[in-house]
């Protein structure tokens, strides 16, 4: 089956103080009609950057792509004009975000807010879209839709602000969902709820999902395939069930160890030691890991280990598990 999403070598960079780093470098992989892809890792790992590198939302004359390609269902996204991409974004394909409130207008009701996605996108009348939206808001869960969609978010829990941003992100019924981190400022419970609406509404509506995140267990039991991301590179790439029962990168098998455990009272493990390098302070050769890896050995610092496949479906980039020669100083 072809992807629907294809994401070919990207590399997005920013500008700090009128030099070029790369926050995404040279990153590919594609997502399948119908699939849920997770891509895990700390903050600061070039997650949302991809993300918005897909939707083309960049902060302008800051973030740029600097090469690659994003292919969404035969078309070039990166080569579109901004018109094009509008018609695009919000339609076909879709973002939600962590903090609701930022992306919800104060100053507007829900139902004000929804009828505006219909309006972009298709020709319908005022009641229509009212209609429409009292619909959409029960289809995600909330009751009294009639009542809601005269409110305004500030009226609204965090967990039903989150749901009416669904509502909005698949009013057109898009193929394509990017969540970003979409549970992360809400509590366990409303969390377990809003994956399970996720899930549903992906079943339903037949999408596919980029679900974003830096916790492995919201994951879990969600993707179909799981990519891992470190300071801008992906070091890890199987199916779930692969990467949970048989991971392989050093980086991945911590943030195993950094999920909680359900049936114990015990404070999540802190996080990993150490912090993710910098934009400004990447290293230029080695692996950019090998200053928190529990493995890492003399050559780690000076060779570049480069994502392989070591099984079929099952890429890895570190060098316990390159079989070909490495490649000195390559990034
Ligand atoms: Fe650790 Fe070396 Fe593998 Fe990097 S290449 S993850 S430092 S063992
Ligand atoms: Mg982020």
Do not use: W
């Amino acid at each position: 089956e072809a992807p629907l999403l294809e994401v070919k070598n990207l590399e997005t960079a920013f500008d700090i103080n009128g030099k070029d780093f790369n926050a995404v470098d040279n990153i590919s992989f594609r997502v399948k009609p119908r699939q849920i892809v997770g891509v895990v890792g700390e903050s600061g790992c070039g997650k949302s950057v991809m993300s918005l590198s897909i939707m083309q939302l960049l902060p302008k004359g800051i973030g740029k792509i600097k090469s690659g390609e994003i292919i969404y269902d035969g078309i070039n996204l990166e080569k579109m004009s901004e018109a094009q991409i509008n018609k695009i974004r919000g339609k076909d394909i879709s973002m939600i975000f962590q903090e609701p409130m930022t992306s919800l207008n104060p100053v507007f009701n829900i139902g004000y807010q929804l009828q505006e996605v219909f309006f972009n996108h298709m020709k319908i009348s005022k009641k229509e879209a009212r209609l429409k939206s009292i619909a959409l808001l029960k289809s995600v869960g909330i009751s009294r839709p009639e009542k809601i969609v005269d409110e305004y978010p500030h009226q609204l829990s965090g967990g039903m602000r989150q749901r009416v941003m669904i509502a909005m992100a698949i009013a057109c019924q898009p193929k394509l969902l990017i969540a970003d981190e979409p549970t992360t400022a809400l509590d366990v419970t409303v969390q377990a709820q809003i994956l399970d609406l996720l899930k549903e509404i992906q079943t339903i509506n037949d999408m596919s999902i980029i679900l974003i995140t830096h916790d492995l267990g919201v994951v879990a039991e969600m993707c179909d395939e799981i990519i891992v991301m470190y300071a801008g590179k992906i070091v890890e790439r199987t199916d779930a069930d692969t990467l949970f029962n048989n991971p392989k990168h050093p980086y991945t098998t911590l943030l195993l160890g950094a999920i909680p455990k359900m049936d114990s009272n015990e404070e999540r493990l802190s996080s990993i030691q150490g912090m993710v390098p910098s934009l400004t302070n990447m290293p230029e050769v080695g692996c950019r890991f090998a200053n928190r890896c529990p493995k890492a050995m003399p050559a780690c610092f000076t060779v570049t280990p480069s994502l392989s496949e070591i099984q079929l479906g099952h890429e890895v980039a570190c060098l316990l598990f390159e079989t070909s020669k490495p490649r000195e100083g390559v990034r």
